[in-house]
Structures are given as C-alpha cells and as structure tokens.
C-alpha cells in the first residue's frame, strides 16, 4: 500500500516558506504584486482567479485584478499588458485561460515580457527552461519536483516515464526531470505497447487528461505515481487519470485526487512571482 503524498501539506509547507521570504522582500520596501487578467465569463476562470488572489493574500503579495468583457478585442488586450509591462510595481503578469476564441491566444501570451511571465508560457522561458538557466519555470511540473523534493525522492538514476506531451506539463516535466538527472521518456496517443514502457518507471507521471487512464497493470510494483489529471469519473465525480484504488496498490508513492498535484500548481505561481520580484529587483 502507497504513501499517499500530501499534496494540500506541501502547498502550505512551500507557501509558509514564500511568505517568509516576501516579509523580507517587504522589509525592503519590495512588494510582490501579481496583475491576474480575466476575460469573459467562465465560471471554472473564475474560480480559478479568486485562487489565485486568495494565495497573494496568503503570502502577504499583493494582486491586480483585470477583469475584461467578453468582446475585449485582441488589441485592447495587448494594450493592457503594454500598460502593466511598463508598471514598474507589477512583478508577475498572467492571463488567465482560456480566453475567447476571437482573441490571438499566442500573440497575447508573447506579449508579456519573459521577466514577468508568471506562467512560464513565454517562447524565451521555454527555451531558458530548456538550456537549463530558467528563473521562472512552469507551475504544474514545478509543484511535482517540490512534492518529490519533500518525499525525498532524488530522481538521479532514475527512469521517469511521462505519459502526455503537452506544453504546460509534458514536456516541461521532461525538461525539470532531465535536469534532475532522471532518465526520461515522454509518451503520447501514438505510442507503441505504452504499458510496456509505462511498467519501467520509478517515478510515473500521468498527464493524459482521461479518467482512471493508468490501471494497475501498467504500473510496476514500488513506483513512485504522480497523477496530475483533473478528470470525471462516470458519476461526475473528480479524479485523475489513474486508477487510484488499484494502482495505490502497487506503487510506494501516489498523488490523489483532489488533494495532490492540483494544489500545488497555484504555490508555484506564488514561488515564480516572488521570483520575478527578486529578479526586477537585481536580488
Ligand atoms: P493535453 O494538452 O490534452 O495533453 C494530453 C496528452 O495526453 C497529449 O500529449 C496526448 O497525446 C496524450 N494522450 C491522450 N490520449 C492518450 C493515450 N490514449 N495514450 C497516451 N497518451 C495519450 O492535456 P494537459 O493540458 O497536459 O492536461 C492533462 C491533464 O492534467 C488534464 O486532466 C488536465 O485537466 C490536468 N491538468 C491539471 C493541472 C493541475 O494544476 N493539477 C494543470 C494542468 C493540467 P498527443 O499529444 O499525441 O495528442
């Protein structure tokens, strides 16, 4: 039976650390301030900006709120980052997704300068991450590591199979486990005999977005599981993408879900905006 990692503990355990750090910032006179752009009306977006304000609070930052209609145009958003680029008192930007469809996703997300992508959504941020020089790094991928760092689990040697290739977790994932001297392979729909591979990871990461997607058969005895999927099970339910009462089995650490990656995700928002502070602040 698994180690169940604590994902809602090592959000606190990361945030009580961020805050200490932003007291000193303060002491200063730095004060860390995330600006969160909404656009629309998406309750799910919603949620997810008072989360994210809820955590400025929480670690003593302070947040912006920009919340814009539904047809703000591409260039009236763009003119709003211009304005918070420029403002030399905002230290993190980000726009929350997914905005609406008439609006240039790509071109909104590039317009904000690399040292105040919170996200770590930026061309320039993607390549540092890769090169291994990265000051701001992806969120979700980021929690993982720190949840592995708690667990005291070194990747060294060891090999991570990462099932999903996507640019927000996939392959970012690849990279801060790369760097972490992880032997990795990164699967995906058009993988051969997928079980095969998943079935020689230590560390196993599922990031597949299909309910229950890992069973316990693919997984090999001891694996360390982490499940970032935030899924629907037949009754509605939330939860990952592996198939947690079997799999928690066999593996000797798994994440659940709620309660593992998915808190996570908002603390590394805080750690990068901090980040971002120190780095406009040449500290
Ligand atoms: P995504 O962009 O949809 O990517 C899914 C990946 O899974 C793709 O690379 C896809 O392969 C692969 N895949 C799909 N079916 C597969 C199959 N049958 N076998 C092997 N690989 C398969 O998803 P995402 O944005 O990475 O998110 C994944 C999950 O994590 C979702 O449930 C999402 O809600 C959740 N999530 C949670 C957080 C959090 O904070 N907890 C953050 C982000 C995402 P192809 O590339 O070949 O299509």
Redesign the pocket.
């Known amino acids: 039976m698994a180690k169940i990692i604590d994902g809602k503990a090592i959000r606190e355990f990361n945030l009580d650390k961020i805050q200490e750090q932003v007291e000193q910032l303060k002491a200063q006179g730095i004060l860390p301030t995330l600006a969160v752009i909404i656009v629309g009306s998406d309750p799910a977006s919603r949620i997810y900006v008072n989360n994210k304000k809820a955590a400025c609070e929480r670690t003593g930052m302070k947040s912006l709120e920009f919340a814009l209609d539904e047809e703000t145009t591409t260039e009236e958003l763009l003119e709003l980052i211009d304005r918070l680029n420029a403002d030399k008192s905002v230290n993190g930007i980000l726009c929350q997704l997914p905005v609406p469809k008439h609006i240039d996703k790509n071109k909104v997300l590039e317009r904000i300068l690399p040292e105040k992508d919170v996200d770590c959504f930026h061309p320039e941020n993607v390549g540092k991450l890769c090169i291994g020089n990265g000051g701001l790094v992806p969120c ?1 991928p980021m ?1 993982m590591v720190k949840m592995l760092e708690y667990e005291g689990v070194d990747p060294t040697g060891k090999h991570c199979v990462i ?4 640019d ?3 392959k970012p994932m690849a990279m801060l486990m790369l760097a972490r001297n992880a032997t990795v392979t990164v ?5 051969v005999n ?1 079980a095969k591979i998943t079935k020689q990871a230590d560390i196993l990461v599922a ?4 309910a229950k ?1 890992v069973k316990a058969d693919m997984v090999k005895d001891g694996a360390i599981v982490l499940d ?4 629907r099970d037949e009754n509605g339910k939330l939860c990952g ?1 592996v198939d947690y009462d079997a799999v928690k089995e066999k593996a000797s650490m798994i994440t659940p879900v709620p309660g593992g ?2 808190p996570m ?1 908002i603390a590394m928002l805080m750690r990068n905006t901090l980040t971002a502070a120190k780095i406009q602040n040449d500290l």
């Open positions: 979700t929690g099932i999903g290739r996507s927000i977790v996939g699967c995906h729909s058009k993988t997928l990031a597949v977005g299909i997607f970032v999927g935030m899924d993408d990656v998915g995700t």
